[in-house]
């Protein structure tokens, strides 16, 4: 009797082991048009077509450029003295690299939110899409709220230029106020921006994109007003040495502002918004990533041509160079282009966070009501509100700034998976009925040895190896050249990245690379978060999912 109890509670194990990994290994289908093309949510709303490529283009610089091109700047020349220019050319090119394979995707599944969730659900399972939103959305979550507290400091600032609120306002309203021993730090204006950057994301998105739009081009103006009034007060002997520490001390700066550059992938969520997303998303995610290129790279030229990099301030380094030309005027109009960029960072954060919740919630993987868009504004207004309502309590209670050493690792996983993604997604264009399961894993094997590559060469260039660096990336070319040769990678319609498989492949080495060299701390919460997204998806997402329901994937045609 004890013996077919045994059984049984062996055979159910077996059945529940089998019925979890049945749903996690479950993919998106791609439908031809022919087939029929459907977008609409389970309120029967479909979102608003209004974005074209101007919006896009403005978009993806709103989301990439903060305040900190005032600031990570000079900074990071501290260290690399004129050769942060070099920096950041190097960091645009790994950028531009990640932006094809985002460019590629986005034209082919043009007109759906998801982004590099989307991508992974089709291109591996359900489980690693899964995982890719659970990854990136604790960046988003924790990113919005501290950048809304800067955005509470930088106004509270300004305001104190002015004599009448000089000293006057206190810490609680806008700079935080610490209880309970720096536990609970209370700040009033960051939720109450929160709440109204949410009024206007729910009022829709061509209100929202209007004012992306002004608040992003007065913030462009001012940089290159900062740059031209710089300009005039550059000494070209402050560039030599153009590189004082060494070519290294330029690489490892090209590492830390790497960061500086994301958020052109926002672009590629705003697809079902698009008016025309396979000519215009290209467009918007590799124009505003180059319009981004050259403002930093002309901030950089400026600032170290001004003052020798040595001198260079940390907390305000750009602003301090004016000052001590007498350019006072110029540090005003600093402060005005943070509160613009800090500004349309958070709208756009905010904006592409509901996108993704939209698109969980249609696939099941989320409660239904995330999935919901309204009759009268065409935006997913619950799932804003949520964003907002999580963005307002962190922001409002914490001081999230603490948290900044684990973020950035959603970021690098996702943009991995969207290069990964090129790649497989190839492998099913020319030969999707002849690609058998051994030389699926063997592809997906070789992926997996330029990720751990690339992250082996990060930790030791880290520990002062750089020589087992270079082994490691060769290895990885290895495992590129064997991806070439042993696979058929066709062609695709829309817009193609060129280079497959080597491009992804870089992208992957680099971006692991990069994620080698963050804080030990979010390594942790990497494996913390994976392993939470597990259980959450074991008990809720493999019983509710469903990957043919939506019915709003399907292949572009040429």
């Not at 591996?124 to 995982?131: K, P, S």
């Not at 962190?394 to 690098?412: E, K, M, Q």
Request: net charge neutral; aromatic share 12%.
């Amino acid at each position: 009797m004890r013996g077919r109890n045994v059984q049984a509670a062996s055979s159910a194990s077996s059945s529940i082991f089998s019925h979890f990994w049945a749903s996690a290994l479950r993919t998106k289908p791609l439908i031809s048009p022919s087939d029929g093309f459907f977008n609409r949510t389970n309120s029967g709303e479909v979102l608003e077509r209004r974005l074209g490529v101007v919006d896009l283009v403005l978009l993806g610089v709103g989301a990439s450029i903060g305040a900190g091109i005032f600031v990570v700047t000079g900074t990071v020349a501290r260290d690399a003295g004129p050769g942060v220019t070099i920096s950041f050319g190097l960091a645009g090119v790994s950028c531009i690299l990640n932006a094809l394979c985002y460019a590629e995707l986005a034209t082919r599944f043009p007109p759906v939110v998801g982004g590099a969730y989307m991508y992974a659900y089709t291109a591996f399972n359900e489980l690693t899409a899964f995982l890719v939103f659970a990854q990136l959305m604790l960046d988003y979550h924790i990113g919005a709220a501290s950048i809304a507290r800067s955005l509470a400091g930088y106004i509270v600032s300004f305001l104190e230029i002015f004599p009448l609120f000089k000293d006057n306002i206190p810490n609680w309203l806008g700079n935080g106020q610490e209880f309970f021993g720096g536990v609970v730090s209370i700040n009033v204006l960051a939720p109450v921006l929160l709440a109204l950057l949410t009024f206007i994301l729910c009022w829709g998105v061509g209100e929202s994109s209007t004012i992306n739009s002004i608040m992003t081009s007065l913030k462009v103006i001012i940089v290159v007003c900062v740059i031209f009034a710089g300009a005039f007060e550059v000494d070209v002997s402050n560039w030599s040495p153009f590189s004082p520490n060494g070519f290294q001390s330029v690489l490892t700066g090209a590492t830390v502002v790497f960061f500086a550059y994301v958020g052109f992938d926002a672009v590629a969520n705003s697809a079902e918004e698009s008016k025309s997303p396979r000519r215009d998303l290209p467009i918007g995610i590799i124009g505003s990533l180059l319009i981004c290129i050259a403002l930093y790279i002309g901030v950089c030229l400026v600032i170290t041509g001004m003052v020798p990099y040595y001198l260079l301030g940390e907390d305000a380094p750009l602003a301090e160079a004016f000052t001590s030309k007498g350019l006072k005027f110029v540090s005003f109009l600093i402060s005005v282009g943070a509160i613009a960029g800090l500004t349309t960072t958070l709208l756009v954060g905010l904006y592409v966070q509901s996108r993704l919740y939209l698109g969980l919630g249609r696939d099941g993987l989320l409660p239904s009501f995330f999935s919901e868009v309204d009759s009268k504004h065409h935006t997913p207004i619950t799932s804003q509100v949520w964003v907002g309502i999580v963005a307002g309590v962190l922001a409002g209670l914490f001081n999230i700034h603490s948290l900044s050493r684990i973020l950035s690792v959603g970021t690098l996983t996702g943009y991995s998976v969207v290069s990964a993604c090129v790649v497989t997604l190839r492998w099913k264009d020319r030969t999707a009925s002849q690609v058998s399961s051994s030389t699926w894993r063997e592809g997906v094997i070789c992926l997996v040895v330029v990720a751990c590559c690339g992250f082996g060469a990060g930790l030791f260039y880290r520990v002062g190896w750089p020589w087992v660096s270079i082994v490691a990336a060769v290895f990885a070319l290895l495992a590129a050249i064997a991806l070439h040769f042993r696979h058929v990678h066709g062609d695709v319609p829309g817009f193609p990245c060129p280079g497959v498989p080597f491009v992804p492949a870089l992208c992957i080495f680099f971006n692991m690379f990069l994620f080698a060299q963050l804080h030990q701390e979010a390594w942790v919460r990497f494996v913390v978060v994976s392993i939470i997204t597990v259980i959450v998806y074991a008990f809720y997402g493999q019983f509710h999912a469903n990957p043919e329901g939506s019915g709003v994937y399907f292949r572009v045609q040429g």
